[in-house]
């Protein structure tokens, strides 16, 4: 019988830390729940990230879930039903989860394969939001603020990024994010014309397809003009 324990691990300040995990296909579930590891005084236990931040209640984001495997990522699944428990079974140790933990995921749906999906047991243990592009006047702000670039060229960035997600479905497989017209803001910013930075931040990027890069180069002429 695997025993409970709990602990505030988290010392004194305001504000919920946060535990951030870069999922990958190497991780395991031992990666996230903890290990026992040699240690000069012999062998210890090292709790992983999801420990720590189940323990402390902190919230814990799993970014780009769907490039872990199936079988590591099962082991968010006691904390995310009504049992929110971590079993650490190398451990004998049942970790209830504190009252403040949270758990969030994230991944860009359609970019995977069949294999790198969310199982449905999974997916139905969260509620979801589904996040698109902001609006262009909120994107040409993020860009000002970001890149430190003016309005004018935060405005024909996002007009540039516009254009090339017009073609989505028509020989791109994405548009431009904003995080490429930051890049571009930034790289204007340190003395790069308009149109060299879109297309070393966002045209080269983002396709290798001549008649692809043929037909943004235009858009980022028409926006220059």
Known sequence: MARRASSSIWPGGSGRPLVTVAAHEDMTAADLAGRFLLAPEGTVWQD????????????????????????????????????????????????????????????NPGYQSAVKD??????????????DYPAPDIEAEIVVREAGVDRDIAHRLVDIALRSRNLRGHGLDEGASTRMLIHAGRLMIAGVGLAAASRASIVLPITDDADMREALNAAIEACIQ
């Open 48 to 107: 992983g990230p999801l420990a720590l931040a189940v323990r402390g209640g902190a919230i814990c984001y799993l970014d780009e879930i769907v490039e872990a495997r199936q079988d590591t990522t099962v082991v968010i699944h006691p904390l995310t039903d009504s049992r929110r428990i971590l079993p650490l079974d190398k451990k004998n140790e049942l970790v209830p989860a504190h009252a403040d933990f949270q758990l969030v995921i994230s991944y």
């Open 118 to 131: 969310l199982k449905e047991s999974t997916k139905q243990r969260f509620i979801a939001i589904d996040f």
